[in-house]
């Protein structure tokens, strides 16, 4: 008997709500007798013992959930392997083990296909999970399906939901960018999440100028809307220099306008407040809050004193790109996994679904051994390169 669970994990992703009703649809055509269930807000609902089932009016309206954004079966932030944490928030008792309690939960439901959407974290957790039953003498299959938008998974070659994120991104600033006709000399920055990778920032950054380009040209120049300059982990940003260009902008426009990923800059401002000794919140897994040390608010008051801007303004797209519906490529790339993720599933073939960047772009059920997060944007890909000439930042 084919009992399949599926559970979305992490932050928001404009794939989750797509994937979850492809998985449903798919299974429903190639294995219709086969049990689905959905764990609420992922690994704290397989915790707890809370899922949902898969009934036969889901599965006829299943398919509406690719016009959704959002999950509809909630997500959260669990590592499985920090048992202090889970104690803590009452997800288990003291001195149990966590992978135990997943895994017994998981005997208990009968669940013999496991389909996790996430990041590297969440399909390496619930390969952990599998390798736990395997030797407990039980067989679970775990097939995965990438969700970040940043985009940095090693070595899919395109994550899920990220394209999406970075079209909704440029949307979200041709609102943003007329802030810079509200008085003179303005600074806008737009913050575009990245922890690790500038990929979002850049792509995000293409997509405003492509959409920008499109547009009718306006009979009014007094203020542009192009941006100005760009920023992401992977480029030192020599903020001395960036400010003497950025100011001769400012003096020739009347205004400048900044794309920050959000992980630009994040060593330096972490050094800064240890030093002082302040506290650097970091999340379950390890990772800096980047949310609590507000990165655009330390840029702009840097640049705004440098290039002499008087009035400034951070803006953060990143709950409004990361909570929107799947658009039209990401569709395509989530029903071409979810077709794969459902094949690999009923073969007993584990791993991670995703167009393999180390064996010839194939897509394919990749290795949970060979999964990693923090992939990093390459700044020498030629679209990127051209943007930087394009608004005349040089690029060291």
């Known amino acids: 008997m084919v009992k399949v669970a599926m559970l979305t994990a992490g932050g928001l992703a404009p794939c ?123 067989k679970l299959t775990v097939v995965g399906l990438p969700k970040t938008i940043d985009n940095d998974i090693v070595p899919i070659r395109q994550s899920l939901g990220a394209q999406t994120a970075a079209e909704q991104g440029a949307v979200f600033f041709e609102n943003v960018v007329n802030e810079r006709t509200t008085a003179p000399r303005t600074l806008v920055i737009h913050e575009v999440m990245g922890r690790n990778s500038g990929w979002l920032a850049a792509a995000t950054a293409e997509a405003y100028r492509r959409r920008l380009r499109a547009r009718a040209p306006s009979p009014f120049t007094v203020v542009q809307n192009d941006i100005d300059a760009l920023y992401i982990p992977e480029i030192p940003i020599a903020i001395e220099a960036e400010a003497q260009r950025l100011k001769a902008v400012m003096n020739s426009r009347n205004s400048v306008a900044i794309f920050l990923s959000e992980g630009a800059g994040v060593a330096d401002l972490v050094r800064e407040m240890e030093a002082r000794g302040e506290a650097v919140e970091r999340d379950a897994f390890g990772h800096v809050k980047i949310d609590k040390i507000n990165v655009g608010d330390w840029f702009s008051k840097r640049f705004a004193k440098l290039i002499g801007a008087e009035r400034t303004l951070v803006q953060k797209s990143g709950y409004f790109v990361r909570s929107a519906a799947a658009g039209t490529e990401d569709l395509k790339l989530i029903r071409a996994m979810v077709d794969h993720a459902v094949v690999s599933g009923l073969k007993g073939e584990s791993g991670l679904i995703g167009h393999d960047e180390e064996r010839g772009g194939k897509l394919s059920t990749i290795e949970f051994s060979r999964i990693k997060g923090g992939k990093h944007f390459d ?5 990127f390169t051209a943007l930087l000439r394009e608004i005349g930042q040089k690029q060291d």
């Open 16 to 138: 989750l709500s797509a994937a979850v009703g492809g998985l449903i649809v798919r299974y429903s055509s190639l294995a219709p007798d086969a049990e689905i269930i959905g764990y609420r807000y992922g690994y704290q609902g397989l915790l707890l013992g809370d899922s949902i089932p898969i009934t036969g009016a889901i599965r006829k309206e299943a398919h509406l959930l690719e016009a959704e954004g959002g999950t509809p079966i909630g997500n959260s932030r669990v590592k499985l392997t920090n048992a202090a944490d889970l104690v803590k928030r009452a997800l288990i008792k003291e001195g149990e083990d966590p992978l135990h309690v997943a895994a017994a939960q998981l005997l208990k439901d009968k669940v013999t296909i496991l389909h996790t959407i996430g990041g590297d974290d969440t399909n390496t957790t619930a390969a952990d999970l599998a390798r736990f039953l395997a030797d407990s003498g039980h």
């Open 379 to 383: 700044p020498s890909a030629s679209w």
